[in-house]
């Protein structure tokens, strides 16, 4: 299928973004009812073949049959609305269904698939507004803003939003094709609220206070310093962070960045006791785009960055190799991708030796794939290959974990579409082993209970070999976390441990020490927020019961990230939401002490945090980075925390 749409205010391509649109479009059609769709968006501007929107219309209808047959009613379908498990299953299904490219998250398709219960319940039109600002997406933004428009009353954060789209002709453009005859009342309303002046600015210049930087939060356990700013862009994004660490706790910080239409590919150092040096450009794609770096390190310092790169509708993937001690050397193409099809989420590692291992996801042809390259020292880069190739599918949420001496492990997450039956589209999570001297092996299924759809994988592994995977699995009542252990010699345990079940939500953050000792952190809801979880894994012994690091404030933990010290000590952070607030939070784990009362790491001056990461090495030498923005300014933020204490 292909939808174009010009965009009337850059004059770019959005082709994508529209296919998000109508994806959620189609699926509200068939969840409430909503009639004349077709003559709507055709009406609209769009074109649209009547065929392709029946077609797609009738295999949504058929995945509603069938997740009912699979599934008892209460738990698939409230009525005429999808669950949170159907929503994810749908969410998962509409890529691949409609052939539209993920550009963003696979939690944007579960956020549109699920727009229809949002819609009935007020509770969750307060979600919405409590977590606008963490949806990436500005067009998932703006389909939000027009929903809480009709509903209303607006908090700040989506009023600024909404005001914005007043001055930006691509957003109103949307806004007109959205709404269709209400769009002249719609816009009144926007510009009544921008002539009285409303929620927005105003409150945000209030937050920017003396007396709003003067609060000061408990110092954060482990802290050493304070929160020193590590770049920062005036007016432009930066996309998510890529963070390692080599054995010391010495630390390597990579980003995207886009001014306008310049993209670039930015690295920072850190050294313990030393601080972060200033950010220096690895690549200047100039009008291309640069996205999703990943990095590694590993215990001596060589330092892996590889990247997804495109420039004239030709994607490929680059990386360039080097030290923290003596930086990075020239960038190089590894693989390139035929014109239309798109390279994400890149993953690198690094063995004891420098020898490197970087993959990637492959969106083409209605399908997507886990390709990988590996680096030797002295020869270079092999020639790509595939490691998991999908007729019509989808291979996602990869994970990618190496030993010191050069044999690694790839997890990910898959649903096959290939056959009419929608049974075919659970998702399962499946592993492939890398050996040095022979490559990649054959797929091995990780999940024992395929029936159930499995989702979000973690995975960790020592120098030796021993390594977890954990992923959420949906059972009849919830969710819960799923865990299974994998050795060097022997491959997969037979049995599958329980971490938590219930009310899981989100992907989890696994991590492991030297001695095979990993801790898991993740969300669960806790009405009426989401509270960060964790729980330990000792080797030869098991999982211990899950332990909530519920903070002092009220609010949701959401995006848990974890890291392992040695000897027993591990720290997580997580961003703190309630209502126009997001601040980063941290808890450390002693061998003696336990989970430690969690604590802010930002520091006084609290501006919006989001994407937090942590490292950590050998001897107990942490980094937490993270983004803050306000305004059109963003800028990356570390602190350097010490486990030795605990």
């Given at each position: 299928?292909?939808?174009?749409?010009?965009?009337?205010?850059?004059?770019?391509?959005?082709?994508?973004?529209?296919?998000?649109?109508?994806?959620?479009?189609?699926?509200?059609?068939?969840?409430?009812?909503?009639?004349?769709?077709?003559?709507?968006?055709?009406?609209?501007?769009?074109?649209?073949?009547?065929?392709?929107?029946?077609?797609?219309?009738?295999?949504?209808?058929?995945?509603?049959?069938?997740?009912?047959?699979?599934?008892?009613?209460?738990?698939?379908?409230?009525?005429?609305?999808?669950?949170?498990?159907?929503?994810?299953?749908?969410?998962?299904?509409?890529?691949?269904?409609?052939?539209?490219?993920?550009?963003?998250?696979?939690?944007?398709?579960?956020?549109?698939?699920?727009?229809?219960?949002?819609?009935?319940?007020?509770?969750?039109?307060?979600?919405?507004?409590?977590?606008?600002?963490?949806?990436?997406?500005?067009?998932?933004?703006?389909?939000?803003?027009?929903?809480?428009?009709?509903?209303?009353?607006?908090?700040?954060?989506?009023?600024?939003?909404?005001?914005?789209?007043?001055?930006?002709?691509?957003?109103?453009?949307?806004?007109?094709?959205?709404?269709?005859?209400?769009?002249?009342?719609?816009?009144?309303?926007?510009?009544?609220?921008?002539?009285?002046?409303?929620?927005?600015?105003?409150?945000?210049?209030?937050?920017?206070?003396?007396?709003?930087?003067?609060?000061?939060?408990?110092?954060?356990?482990?802290?050493?310093?304070?929160?020193?700013?590590?770049?920062?862009?005036?007016?432009?994004?930066?996309?998510?962070?890529?963070?390692?660490?080599?054995?010391?706790?010495?630390?390597?910080?990579?980003?995207?960045?886009?001014?306008?239409?310049?993209?670039?590919?930015?690295?920072?150092?850190?050294?313990?006791?030393?601080?972060?040096?200033?950010?220096?450009?690895?690549?200047?794609?100039?009008?291309?785009?640069?996205?999703?770096?990943?990095?590694?390190?590993?215990?001596?310092?060589?330092?892996?960055?590889?990247?997804?790169?495109?420039?004239?509708?030709?994607?490929?993937?680059?990386?360039?190799?080097?030290?923290?001690?003596?930086?990075?050397?020239?960038?190089?193409?590894?693989?390139?991708?035929?014109?239309?099809?798109?390279?994400?989420?890149?993953?690198?590692?690094?063995?004891?030796?420098?020898?490197?291992?970087?993959?990637?996801?492959?969106?083409?042809?209605?399908?997507?794939?886990?390709?990988?390259?590996?680096?030797?020292?002295?020869?270079?880069?092999?020639?790509?290959?595939?490691?998991?190739?999908?007729?019509?599918?989808?291979?996602?949420?990869?994970?990618?974990?190496?030993?010191?001496?050069?044999?690694?492990?790839?997890?990910?997450?898959?649903?096959?579409?290939?056959?009419?039956?929608?049974?075919?589209?659970?998702?399962?999570?499946?592993?492939?082993?890398?050996?040095?001297?022979?490559?990649?092996?054959?797929?091995?299924?990780?999940?024992?209970?395929?029936?159930?759809?499995?989702?979000?994988?973690?995975?960790?592994?020592?120098?030796?070999?021993?390594?977890?995977?954990?992923?959420?699995?949906?059972?009849?009542?919830?969710?819960?976390?799923?865990a299974r252990c994998y050795h060097e010699e022997n491959g997969w345990e037979d049995g599958v441990s329980t971490v938590a079940a219930g009310a899981v939500i989100g992907s989890p953050s696994l991590a492991m020490d030297e001695n095979g000792d990993c801790v898991a952190v993740w969300e669960q809801?806790?009405?009426?927020?989401?509270?960060?979880?964790?729980?330990?894994y000792s080797y030869g012994v098991g999982w211990c019961a899950p332990v909530s690091m519920r903070t002092p404030e009220t609010g949701s933990a959401l995006v848990p990230s974890v890291a392992a010290g040695g000897m027993g000590r591990a720290v997580a952070v997580w961003c703190q939401h309630y209502?126009?607030?997001?601040?980063?939070?941290?808890?450390?784990?002693?061998?003696?002490?336990?989970?430690?009362?969690?604590?802010?790491?930002?520091?006084?001056?609290?501006?919006?945090?989001?994407?937090?990461?942590?490292?950590?090495?050998?001897?107990?030498?942490?980094?937490?980075?993270?983004?803050?923005?306000?305004?059109?300014?963003?800028?990356?933020?570390?602190?350097?925390?010490?486990?030795?204490?605990?």
């Amino acid at each position: 299928m292909s939808i174009r749409y010009r965009d009337a205010y850059t004059g770019r391509c959005v082709q994508r973004a529209w296919a998000r649109i109508l994806a959620a479009m189609w699926l509200g059609a068939l969840t409430q009812g909503c009639g004349g769709l077709a003559k709507e968006v055709e009406n609209g501007g769009v074109a649209v073949l009547q065929e392709e929107l029946e077609c797609a219309q009738r295999r949504l209808l058929e995945a509603r049959h069938r997740f009912e047959e699979q599934g008892s009613k209460r738990t698939m379908w409230r009525g005429e609305f999808p669950t949170v498990e159907a929503a994810h299953m749908l969410g998962e299904y509409l890529p691949v269904v409609l052939d539209v490219g993920d550009d963003d998250t696979p939690d944007i398709y579960f956020y549109l698939a699920y727009s229809s219960v949002w819609s009935k319940f007020p509770e969750k039109r307060r979600y919405i507004s409590q977590h606008f600002e963490s949806f990436r997406s500005p067009v998932l933004k703006t389909c939000w803003a027009l929903f809480l428009l009709e509903k209303g009353p607006l908090n700040d954060e989506v009023a600024s939003f909404l005001r914005a789209m007043v001055k930006e002709g691509w957003r109103l453009t949307l806004f007109r094709e959205l709404c269709g005859p209400k769009f002249e009342a719609s816009k009144a309303r926007i510009e009544k609220l921008e002539s009285e002046g409303g929620p927005g600015p105003p409150a945000q210049e209030r937050a920017d206070s003396e007396s709003e930087r003067q609060t000061v939060r408990p110092q954060a356990p482990g802290a050493v310093g304070e929160p020193s700013e590590i770049h920062r862009v005036a007016c432009g994004k930066i996309g998510r962070p890529a963070m390692a660490a080599d054995g010391e706790g010495n630390a390597l910080l990579a980003w995207s960045q886009r001014e306008g239409d310049r993209c670039t590919l930015w690295m920072s150092r850190s050294t313990v006791g030393g601080g972060w040096e200033k950010g220096t450009v690895v690549r200047d794609a100039k009008h291309g785009r640069i996205s999703d770096p990943g990095a590694a390190v590993n215990a001596g310092g060589d330092a892996l960055i590889a990247w997804s790169e495109s420039k004239d509708d030709a994607p490929a993937i680059w990386a360039a190799r080097g030290s923290l001690g003596s930086g990075l050397g020239e960038s190089a193409t590894i693989s390139a991708a035929e014109p239309g099809s798109q390279l994400r989420g890149v993953l690198a590692a690094v063995d004891g030796s420098g020898n490197g291992l970087v993959v990637w996801q492959r969106h083409a042809a209605g399908s997507i794939a886990v390709w990988g390259s590996y680096y030797e020292t002295g020869v270079g880069w092999r020639t790509p290959e595939p490691v998991r190739m999908l007729e019509r599918g989808a291979a996602t949420s990869v994970c990618l974990s190496m030993t010191e001496e050069g044999d690694a492990l790839a997890v990910w997450r898959e649903f096959d579409a290939r056959h009419s039956g929608i049974d075919k589209i659970r998702p399962a999570i499946l592993a492939r082993r890398f050996r040095k001297a022979s490559g990649w092996g054959d797929p091995e299924v990780v999940q024992l209970d395929t029936t159930r759809a499995g989702g979000f994988p973690s995975l960790a592994m020592n120098a030796k070999g021993f390594a977890v995977a954990l992923w959420s699995e949906s059972t009849g009542d919830g969710v819960a976390l799923q865990a299974r252990c994998y050795h060097e010699e022997n491959g997969w345990e037979d049995g599958v441990s329980t971490v938590a079940a219930g009310a899981v939500i989100g992907s989890p953050s696994l991590a492991m020490d030297e001695n095979g000792d990993c801790v898991a952190v993740w969300e669960q809801y806790d009405e009426p927020w989401h509270t960060a979880y964790a729980s330990r894994y000792s080797y030869g012994v098991g999982w211990c019961a899950p332990v909530s690091m519920r903070t002092p404030e009220t609010g949701s933990a959401l995006v848990p990230s974890v890291a392992a010290g040695g000897m027993g000590r591990a720290v997580a952070v997580w961003c703190q939401h309630y209502g126009e607030q997001q601040h980063v939070w941290a808890s450390v784990h002693g061998p003696e002490t336990g989970w430690r009362r969690a604590e802010s790491v930002q520091g006084p001056t609290l501006h919006r945090a989001e994407n937090p990461s942590v490292v950590a090495g050998r001897t107990g030498n942490a980094i937490a980075a993270w983004c803050e923005s306000r305004g059109d300014s963003v800028r990356i933020v570390g602190r350097q925390l010490s486990l030795m204490e605990y």
